[in-house]
């Protein structure tokens, strides 16, 4: 598996991103969506990784800086094939060493807080997150769970 910084140029990963995107518009209420569509993730203060087995596209993640200590994780998905084969978790841990390498001293997250997101949210708490009050732009939300961790050079588990 290879993780790279991607600048989204390639059709490859606006097919995946908009995948992702109806999949979140299909099961969250339209004014509880928070997924970035790709003009969104382009924008300055972001920075994206694709995950690659070979050729095949088969996982993402981004962050986007809120201030200078501060980072939210967006963008986290895997191929609905690879799911529980370990991609998340490699990719997961990778961005928060790069979060800790830009200087961030915190990262924080908003996912579902619906059945289907507890997956996602096992693996978050799995790497040291934990629940949290609204940050940035959001507001309180019954669809909505919020998370944080510290981040420190040594980043890990």
Not at 136 to 149: K, V
């Amino acid at each position: 598996m290879k993780i790279v910084v991607d600048d989204l140029s390639g059709p490859e990963i606006a097919v995946f991103l908009d995948e992702h995107v109806q999949q979140m518009r299909s099961i969250t209420p339209l004014e509880s969506k928070h997924a970035l569509d790709l003009d969104a993730l382009r924008k300055p203060g972001i920075t994206f990784w694709s995950v690659r087995d070979g050729d095949v596209l088969v996982g993402c993640g981004a962050i986007k800086r809120l201030d200078p200590g501060h980072a939210e994780l967006k963008s986290m998905r895997t191929a609905p094939i690879r799911k529980r084969s370990g991609i998340a978790s490699l990719l997961l841990e990778h961005i928060i060493a790069e979060a800790a390498r830009m200087g961030f001293t915190r990262l924080s997250l908003e996912t579902g807080s619906a059945a289907f997101f507890l997956p996602a949210r096992s693996l978050y708490e799995k790497f040291g997150f934990v629940p949290c009050a609204p940050f940035a732009d959001y507001r309180p939300d019954p669809n909505s769970a919020f998370m944080t961790r510290e981040v420190r050079a040594a980043a890990g588990r």
